[in-house]
């Protein structure tokens, strides 16, 4: 029907030309739009690494600031916490004794059997485990910038939160 002929594709295609042509940017050829979707608009997950910029073209765009790397981060207060990168050693440790938002939905429950099928969380993503996880990370005692000077990791970084190591 509709979806064959182009329809609400064709029309969301003219407004994106328009909203370029007003911004005196070059039109994208017809070979251009047809890259941008592969046709395929069907499925039960979304495609989250659909038209996802990579860290490394990211690095390259000229407005794009970068943090420095966690040895060249100079800790005068507890705002100069931010400027580590997720993943650093540093990062890891900063994170240790606190509820940040991926520790949440265990301690929640989310993930437990009972609210997993309640709320249609996947099963590979459910299990005791995850509140158990999340429980031994905010027994740690949280981290300052004293113990960040004398952390020693090694090789044994921790994993970033949220991903496993």
């Known amino acids: 029907g509709n979806a064959a002929r182009g329809g609400k594709w064709r029309n969301a295609e003219k407004r994106a ?14 070979n251009d739009r047809e890259m941008l979707w592969d046709g395929k ?8 690494m659909w038209r996802a910029v990579s860290m490394e073209d990211l690095r390259l765009h000229p407005h794009f ?6 040895e060249d981060v100079r800790i005068e207060s507890a705002m100069d ?7 650093s050693k540093e990062w890891g440790l900063l994170h240790d004794g606190r509820l940040t ?7 929640l429950g989310i993930y437990e059997p009972t609210a997993q099928s309640k709320l249609g969380v996947p099963r590979s993503l459910s299990g005791h485990h995850k ?5 031994q990370h905010l027994i740690r005692p949280p ?3 004293s113990a ?4 020693s990791w090694g090789e044994d970084v921790p994993a970033a939160e949220g991903k496993e190591g």
């Open 17 to 30: 030309v328009k909203t370029t042509e007003k911004k005196n940017l070059p039109v994208p050829s017809k």
């Open 41 to 48: 608009n069907v499925g039960s997950l979304p495609n989250m």
């Open 65 to 70: 600031v970068g943090l420095p790397e966690p």
């Open 81 to 87: 916490y931010r400027k580590f990168r997720q993943g």
């Open 101 to 107: 938002t991926s520790r949440m939905g265990p301690m």
């Open 131 to 135: 509140a158990m996880d999340a429980y």
């Open 143 to 145: 981290c300052d910038a």
């Open 148 to 151: 960040l000077d004398s952390a």
